[in-house]
């Protein structure tokens, strides 16, 4: 895992959640026991996967009176790899 260093928000105090933003990647940050805002801490980030979008082409329903059964999608990939 990475880590990032961040500043703790004015205002936090021991037990306090507040989101980082890593590249996209919102992240849950807690304030620790000891620790208030102004403080710069490290924050371990998971790695972070490029984003894959895919374009639907076609699809296919299988139905059993109003019930769908199965669905099929065909895509077209795009996006990093």
Do not use: C, W, Y
């Not at 990032?4 to 940050?29: K, R, Y």
């Not at 998971?46 to 669905?71: C, K």
Request: glycine letters at 12%.
């Amino acid at each position: 895992m990475a880590q990032v260093e961040v500043t703790i928000p004015d205002g936090m105090v021991p037990g306090s959640t507040f989101q980082v933003d890593v590249n996209g990647q919102l992240i849950a940050v807690q304030v620790q026991p000891g620790m208030k805002g102004g403080q710069v801490i490290r924050v371990e980030v998971p790695e972070i996967l490029p984003v894959i979008t895919a374009t639907v082409v076609g699809a296919h329903a299988t139905a059993v009176g109003d019930q769908v059964r199965s669905l099929r999608f065909r895509v077209r990939m795009h996006g990093d790899k």
